[in-house]
């Protein structure tokens, strides 16, 4: 059988670390691709670095549309990023009939309901393994092998930056700077580091695995985004005295009014497996009805786990081009007339339990009037703890795990409690996850 070619725009982590990998376990692949997989065209802005990546083994170039446009290329591989031009690029592959792998979160989280249109419209595949979770084959996991089942909820690690930063300054207790830089040097931190600290980039991932697992389309404008710019370590250091770790989770879980989608800084109790998933790893758990929980474990980032996962859809590509596209897996796992409109909820109507930490007057009767607030509010509390007072302070640190609440009672009661005389500043609150 011929080879298969392929185009690939940008050679830089990604796609070097594809282009190694492909060429290290050629025979390997072939031997389950059923034919050869070749990287026949790189493109990318700097000619000469590629050059160096590909000796002399395929042509180099620096625009992209030489290789979109290409008739003798039949997959295009987008590993440049961002949105304006990988945009372009790949509506201009799918016109033209090729098929396209991306690890491009951004652009198919934001665009991807116009991308996956075009694909369909033409009978291409898409395929995006690498967008979400880097080498974990969480995409295969939720739209092929859980297809059985009735996905409740799914909470991810899914961004390594974060949780490296959480890491390192949990373990070692070193400062937020240092350690973004360090994963930047590494590789893991996305172009525009802001995408990860912010938590856009979880965002993006729970955005698409959210729509691939209740059906629904791809809406990144309606999930709730919280990074861990605002974390302060004390929460980090008093969580642990409590059991509990902080995580970047992005969670989605079906509701009966409609789903929650939200990436936000959490406590979970530590002695959870996900609780442990450290450094720059990623982790998804999988609530679902036959299955019960399932954990998908890995590296979410870097040069060859993130190749592991683009090489994995150049095969599958390479097996089912020729299958009739009525019959091939549907992009979003669900055939398009089985698709809902389930609305995602305001983040106001999320339940969940709720961390708060709380300076105050070490002074009689303060405690009665934050738990009357709080059972104003039909806000129950799980777990207490005061801290004696800092050195110097008169002041102390009043720590309240709550049960479960909506959102907008808790926001109520902590309305309310910070106007207290008695209680100092605003009050920290962060969600708290228990993940049973
Ligand atoms: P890099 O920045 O390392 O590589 C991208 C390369 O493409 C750069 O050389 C860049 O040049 C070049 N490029 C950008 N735009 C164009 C263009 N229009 N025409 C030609 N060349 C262009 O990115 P990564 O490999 O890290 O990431 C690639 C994609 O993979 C992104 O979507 C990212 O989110 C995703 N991803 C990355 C992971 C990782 O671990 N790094 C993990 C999972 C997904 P220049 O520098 O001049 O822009
Ligand atoms: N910047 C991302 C991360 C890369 O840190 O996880 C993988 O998508």
């Not at 969580?239 to 989605?252: F, N, V």
């Not at 309305?415 to 009050?427: D, F, N, P, Y």
């Amino acid at each position: 059988m011929e080879a298969i070619r392929v185009g690939l725009l940008g050679i830089g982590t990604v796609g070097s670390g594809t282009w190694h990998v492909l060429n290290r376990n050629q025979s390997e692949i072939m031997g389950r691709a059923g034919r050869e997989i070749k990287i026949t065209m790189v493109a990318d802005h700097h000619t000469e670095r590629a050059k160096a990546v590909v000796g002399g083994q395929c042509e180099v170039v620096s625009d992209g549309n030489l290789v979109v446009t290409n008739p003798d290329i039949d997959i295009v591989v987008e590993l440049i990023g961002g949105y304006d031009a990988a945009k372009d690029l790949v509506l201009k592959a799918i016109a033209n009939g090729k098929h396209v792998v991306t690890a491009n979160k951004a652009l198919l989280a934001v665009h991807g309901d116009t991308i996956f249109r075009a694909a369909k419209d033409k009978g291409v595949i898409i395929a995006f393994e690498a967008a979400v979770a880097g080498g974990i084959p969480i995409i295969k996991a939720l739209r092929e092998g859980l297809t059985a089942n009735r996905i409740e909820w799914i909470a991810g690690i899914i961004n390594g930056t974060t949780n490296f930063i959480l890491s390192e300054m949990r373990e070692k207790g070193l400062d937020f700077d240092t350690t973004l830089k360090a994963a930047q040097t590494l590789g893991y931190a996305e172009a525009d580091p802001t995408f990860d600290i912010e938590g856009i980039d979880a965002a993006h991932k729970a955005t698409l695995m959210s729509a691939i697992a209740f059906g629904i389309p791809v809406q990144f404008d309606k999930i709730h985004v919280e990074g861990i710019t605002r974390l302060d370590s004390l929460d980090i250091r008093y969580a642990e005295q409590l059991g509990y770790r902080i995580k970047l989770l992005g969670i989605t879980r079906r509701m009966e009014n409609g789903i929650e989608l939200r990436v936000h800084p959490a406590l979970i109790p530590a002695e959870r497996l996900i609780a442990n998933v450290e450094g720059a790893m990623n982790a998804v758990l999988v609530k679902s009805d036959a299955v019960g929980a399932s954990l998908y474990y890995g590296k979410g980032a870097g040069a060859e786990p993130t190749a592991s996962a683009v090489i994995a859809d150049l095969v599958d590509i390479a097996r089912l081009e020729a299958v009739d596209p009525e019959h091939r897996v549907p992009y979003l796992a669900f055939q398009p007339d089985a698709m809902r409109d389930t609305p995602i909820l305001p983040i106001s109507e999320v339940t969940t339990s709720y961390y708060l930490r709380l300076k105050v007057k070490d002074q009689p009767g303060v405690l009665a009037d934050i738990t009357r607030l709080l059972a104003d509010h039909s806000i129950s509390i799980d777990a207490f703890l005061q801290k004696e007072p800092r050195e110097g302070e008169t002041l102390v640190d009043i720590i309240i795990l709550t049960h479960q609440t909506q959102e907008k009672n808790i926001n109520a009661a902590i309305a309310q409690i910070e106007k207290l005389r008695t209680v100092a500043g605003s009050v920290t609150r962060i969600r708290l996850e228990e993940l049973e």
